[in-house]
């Protein structure tokens, strides 16, 4: 894995504008849409865990996967002060292993967009083992059509002391866009340069709710609204079956 490391002590100062509140909204309420219990609740690649912390800080015993340590050492550390911490797992999505069965399982900020397509079929396979029978499967994605207008962009974000540069370049063969970014971080009267790739694949919705089927999972809704400002981006829900 070569990405979410030196990034990972930067991320949330990056990531600023992030509506972590909305997200936590849409979730509790297609909890309460679907009525039943909803008490744990896995955060899959729940990376520096704001989504997490602010989940259990509203009631909800958390368990959250992430294939980064450095990311989930963030992740740690601000959830220090909860009175519930959540159970941090180092896991790749594809090995996801948990003790039992939870009432939900969501994925945020195109977590599934990082997958390749030859893992998701066992990505879904775990989910559907380890969500209890009608419990839920919510994620988001990046839309294709979204990922293939970055090609060739160049992002710059700067601060007194990080500078980070980020192209993009869409792959049309693979079909998924691969981000070269380079960091600057300030060190006194130094600057340490890293570097890391980053790479999100183009999945097809229509492949998506095949996969998911055949994996066991029924009543898919799509929404493209669920968060306002997130432009680009398309919310499944699905309802695990009662086998």
């Known amino acids: 894995m070569n990405c979410y490391g030196p990034l990972a002590a930067w991320y949330d100062q990056l990531t600023g504008d992030v509506p972590y509140e909305q997200f936590a909204d849409f979730y509790e309420a297609e909890f309460a849409r679907c009525g039943g219990e909803f008490r744990l609740v896995l955060d899959l690649c729940c990376g520096t865990g704001t989504l997490t912390a602010i989940m259990a800080r509203r009631g909800y015993e958390m368990i959250a996967a992430d294939a980064s340590a450095d990311m989930l050492m963030q992740a740690r550390d601000k959830a220090a002060e ?62 294709p059509d979204w990922l293939e207008s970055l090609d060739g962009q160049i992002f710059v974000d700067e601060s007194e002391d990080l500078l980070c540069l980020w192209r993009a370049d869409f792959d049309p063969e693979e079909q998924a866009v691969v981000y070269g970014m380079d960091l600057f971080e300030r060190e006194k009267k130094l600057w340490r340069r890293s570097r890391e790739e980053h790479v999100e694949y183009a999945h097809r919705p229509e492949t998506l709710e095949q996969l998911l089927r055949q994996a066991g999972f029924e009543e898919i809704e799509w929404n493209d609204h669920a968060i306002g400002s997130s432009e680009g981006r398309s919310f499944l829900r699905s309802v695990r079956d009662g086998r």
């Open 82 to 143: 909860l009175p519930v911490p959540p159970l941090f797992l180092l896991q790749e999505a594809e090995a996801l292993d948990l003790y039992g069965t939870v009432d939900a399982a969501y994925c945020s900020l195109d977590g599934i967009n990082y997958l390749p397509p030859e893992s998701l079929p066992e990505v879904f396979r775990r989910l559907h083992l380890f969500v209890r029978p009608g419990g839920l499967l919510i994620f988001d994605i990046r839309t």
